[in-house]
């Protein structure tokens, strides 16, 4: 069984995925964003490739927890891709994520330029190993 996460931004997002065995997270691309249906399509190509059974999406609160702007804009992603896809979609709570991968790459020292490249992917890992822990 394995799990794709998924950090969506506006330009990039982030796209992790489980081992099979639901147990930890990899970071898998980082898909530039350059259409809806483009973005819809290769995100179905990867849940093909690899065998994907659920998905879990990444969904950033404010910390009263309203809704957004960005965060409007995640779930509609997230109910599009939940209309052209049949597998189940979970929303988790992705509090700073990104601000959390960044740390991680500074302290790894990793350049801006490299940090630019992975803090998606990162966010992505985060997001799905922090579901996949909390359903062991």
């Not at 691309?29 to 849940?47: A, C, P, Q, S």
């Not at 959390?100 to 990162?122: H, N, T």
Request: hydrophobic residues 40%; aromatic residues 4%; charged residues 30%.
């Amino acid at each position: 069984m394995r799990l794709l996460g998924l950090d969506v931004g506006d330009k990039r997002i982030g796209i992790s995925l489980s081992d099979e065995m639901g147990w930890t997270a990899q970071p898998l691309m980082t898909l530039h964003r350059t259409g809806l249906e483009k973005d819809l399509k290769i995100l179905e190509d990867i849940i093909q490739k690899h065998g994907v059974s659920k998905i879990v999406a990444g969904v950033p609160r404010s910390l009263s927890l309203k809704i957004t702007p960005q965060t409007q804009k995640v779930l509609d992603f997230i109910t599009i891709l939940k209309s052209r896809i049949t597998l189940p979609i979970e929303e988790w709570d992705e509090w700073f994520t990104t601000k959390s991968a960044e740390r991680v790459l500074i302290e790894a020292d990793v350049s801006r330029k490299k940090r630019k490249k992975s803090i998606d992917q990162l966010a992505a890992v985060l997001i799905l190993q922090g579901y996949l822990d909390s359903h062991r």
